[in-house]
């Protein structure tokens, strides 16, 4: 593959590289650790819509102090916790609705009430790369590195491709 130049022995020659390997992964690495941040701030944005009604409820046993917290569970008021947490689970998995009223006490019904679905304990959700981040870190390191983008993306395809034959995947 031509290296640039129109002549023989034109433009860089063969082997040579702007980069060793080691320094190839470091900026791969970086791309991935930048990559991973930002992973970490969708999930918990997920997260929290996921518990947008359950967080409240989260928010006020938190508020108890923990002396008064043994107490606590063993009192009505706890059972009354229970019971909501259920409810909030529910309502954020969508399988209760919310009462139209906030007086109705005969609220919250299931869709399916012959199914006796309950809500699950652990919220699932797909997580996926939101849109325009790879190009986000790729200017991000390139800027850090003065390196160009392509570059930099090259660097990180590396990294990948590296990192999934010595991880086995």
Not at 42 to 51: Q, S
Not at 54 to 73: C, F, K, T
Not at 87 to 92: K, S, V
């Amino acid at each position: 593959m031509p290296r640039g130049g129109k002549r023989k022995g034109a433009g860089r020659p063969k082997g040579s590289s702007k980069l060793t390997f080691m320094q190839k992964m470091v900026v791969g690495s970086r791309c991935e650790r930048l990559l991973s941040e930002i992973m970490q701030r969708e999930e918990k944005k997920k997260l929290k819509d996921a518990h947008k009604y359950v967080q409240e409820l989260w928010d006020e046993a938190q508020s108890i102090p923990m002396a008064e917290r043994g107490a606590w569970l063993n009192s009505a008021a706890y059972n009354q916790y229970q019971k909501d947490a259920k409810m909030a689970l529910g309502m954020d998995q969508g399988i209760i609705k919310m009462p139209e009223d906030d007086n109705d006490d005969s609220y919250l019904y299931e869709k399916e009430s012959d199914s006796g679905v309950s809500p699950e304990r652990v919220v699932r959700f797909e997580l996926s790369t939101p849109w325009g981040a790879r190009k986000s870190v790729v200017n991000t390191v390139a800027v850090q590195t003065g390196l160009e983008p392509g570059y930099v993306d090259y660097c990180w395809k590396r990294f990948s491709e590296f990192e999934r034959k010595t991880t086995g995947q």
